[in-house]
Nanobody, 129 residues
Framework: QVNLVESGGGSVQAGGSLRLSCAASGYFASIECLGWFRQAPGREREGVAS????????MYADSVKGRFFISRDNDNNALFLQMDDLKPEDTAMYYC??????????????????????WGQGTQVTVSS
């Protein structure tokens, strides 16, 4: 079991940057797959980025490739999401999540939301045009 708490959200203008943090407690070092998700009002939760620690691989949704960067700090039990060149369509509640699987699972190239069993409470990101 791992507990996750996000921070770093806020309001920015288009083109700006934010860095989201996810502080973890519990068996963080044993978690192989971590992800960032987002949910805008009236829309389904979608995967944004994931990191598979064992091989150091990352995966990004097409909508954020080249703008968002996920990283993990095991020494400090933390997960980060650097978001650059933000766009109004990035406005959403952002969540970090941990999977109990030994590897990251994807459905048709997208993060498998139902494979993530531990979730933070979310941090709001608002991007104005």
């Amino acid at each position: 079991q791992v507990n996750l708490v996000e921070s770093g959200g806020g309001s920015v203008q288009a083109g700006g940057s934010l860095r989201l943090s996810c502080a973890a407690s519990g068996y963080f070092a044993s978690i192989e797959c971590l992800g960032w998700f987002r949910q805008a009002p009236g829309r389904e939760r979608e995967g944004v980025a994931s990191v598979y620690t064992r091989v150091g691989s990352t995966m990004y949704a097409d909508s954020v490739k080249g703008r968002f960067f996920i990283s993990r700090d095991n020494d400090n039990n933390a997960l980060f999401l650097q978001m650059d060149d933000l766009k109004p369509e990035d406005t959403a509640m952002y969540y970090c999540a941990a999977s109990a699987d030994a590897t990251c699972v994807y459905y048709n190239g997208a993060l498998a939301t139902d494979r993530y069993s531990n979730w933070g409470q979310g941090t709001q990101v608002t991007v104005s045009s």
